[in-house]
């Protein structure tokens, strides 16, 4: 079974300044996918980002970039000139590419805090 | 476009008690999944539907949870008889695609306390 891990639990970065988020994940699988979700307090969670396995470049959303290693089943996300709004949960999640119901296996979760 | 919705927000209830959690998916979305968050563990899957049919249910716990989808729109998750264990945050998702643009728009959850 696929897992997905979350080393930090929470996490702190000054306003404008740069943060990586780490996660690692576990499969046999050679094609999937990965995402970084974001869920601000009290608000519902939204994507951020994505990854597909083959792909060798890394993702890049603005201000948000990932580090995708896969060798090393390693999938980080940087924030760069980190905002007030950047607070949030940060949820690492997996879904296989192949036919199936494409569910979403997450980490914990790492509680992102951006100091003013 | 609204969002994917769920009712109710909050829901306390006893032990041994039904509750019926409700997501009404965006508009057009096929693909309506359900995830659960127990206290200080991951958000696990639970079942995920294809219009009205099932397409994956592996991750329900046991027979007390019944998902239903008729229709194709809105789904019903019903607890019965809830469990102290089932307590939780419980999401709905829905995407119009699967595969690489299988994003999945998240609902605000359904908080369910079991005492």
């Known amino acids: 079974a696929q897992t997905v891990t979350q080393s930090q639990p929470e996490m702190s970065v000054q306003e404008a300044e740069t943060v990586t988020l780490s996660c690692t994940y576990d499969?046999?699988?050679?094609?999937?996918?990965l995402f970084w979700y974001k869920q601000p307090p009290s608000r519902q969670m939204i994507l951020v980002i994505r990854?597909?396995?083959?792909?060798?470049q890394n993702a890049t959303e603005n201000r948000f970039s990932v580090n995708f290693q896969k060798a090393a089943k390693s999938f980080s996300l940087k924030i760069s000139d980190s905002q007030l709004g950047d607070a949030a949960m940060y949820f690492c999640?997996?879904?296989?590419?192949?036919?199936?119901?494409?569910?979403?296996?997450f980490g914990k979760g790492t509680k992102l805090s951006v100091i003013p | 476009e609204a969002g994917v919705t769920q009712f109710p927000s909050h829901s306390v209830i006893e032990k041994g008690q039904t509750v019926t959690l409700r997501c009404d998916p965006i508009?057009?979305?096929?693909?309506l999944y359900w995830y659960r968050r127990v206290m200080g563990k991951e958000i696990k899957f639970l079942l995920h539907?294809?219009?009205?049919?099932?397409?994956?249910e592996s991750g329900m716990p046991n027979n007390r949870f019944l998902a239903e989808r008729t229709g194709g729109t809105y789904s019903t998750l019903k607890v019965q008889p809830a469990e102290l264990e089932d307590s939780g945050v419980y999401f709905c998702?829905?995407?119009?695609?699967?595969?690489?643009?299988?994003?999945?728009?998240f609902g605000p959850g359904t908080r369910l306390t079991v005492l």
């Open positions: 539907f294809v219009k009205e049919s099932k397409q994956d």
């Open positions: 508009s057009g979305h096929d693909n």
């Open positions: 499969t046999s699988e050679s094609d999937y996918y």
């Open positions: 990854q597909e396995a083959y792909k060798q």
């Open positions: 999640a997996y879904s296989p590419s192949g036919a199936g119901s494409y569910q979403l296996t």
């Open positions: 998702a829905s995407s119009h695609w699967t595969g690489f643009n299988n994003e999945q728009f």
